[in-house]
């Protein structure tokens, strides 16, 4: 496996932090997804229909355009099972599209599943 470039743990509700090699305008369509075994199991969008749709926020940061934020609910992280998790990035702007590099990482363990209320 690839170095680790992101971690965190089911039925928690992480905020992931993207920076990115270019701008994005709070217009342009941006969709991540997380994959596992090869199977895309959470999506998010920004101006976009996510399949399957995680219920937490992609967002673009309102103080750097060259940064999306990604806030995951418990739900979205218990979706996911504990191992190895690729998150890829595509955009589409009024410049052409894009698809990055996936980034892969680590879902831990959660010793007490379900949500918390």
Do not use: C, H, W
Request: hydrophobic share 40%.
């Amino acid at each position: 496996m690839e170095e680790t470039e992101f971690l965190f743990f089911r039925g928690s509700t992480p905020t992931l932090e993207l920076v990115l090699p270019l701008a994005v305008d709070f217009s342009d369509t941006v969709y991540l997804s997380f994959s596992q075994g090869g199977q895309t199991v959470l999506e998010y969008a920004m101006n976009g229909s996510p399949s399957p749709a995680g219920t937490g926020t992609l967002r673009r940061a309102e103080e750097d355009e060259n940064v999306l934020l990604l806030t995951m609910t418990q739900a979205d992280t218990l979706a996911l099972r504990t191992g190895d998790a690729e998150l890829q990035l595509r955009l589409k702007n009024d410049v052409g599209a894009d698809t990055f590099r996936p980034l892969v990482g680590r879902v831990g363990p959660a010793l007490k599943e379900g949500v918390i209320g």
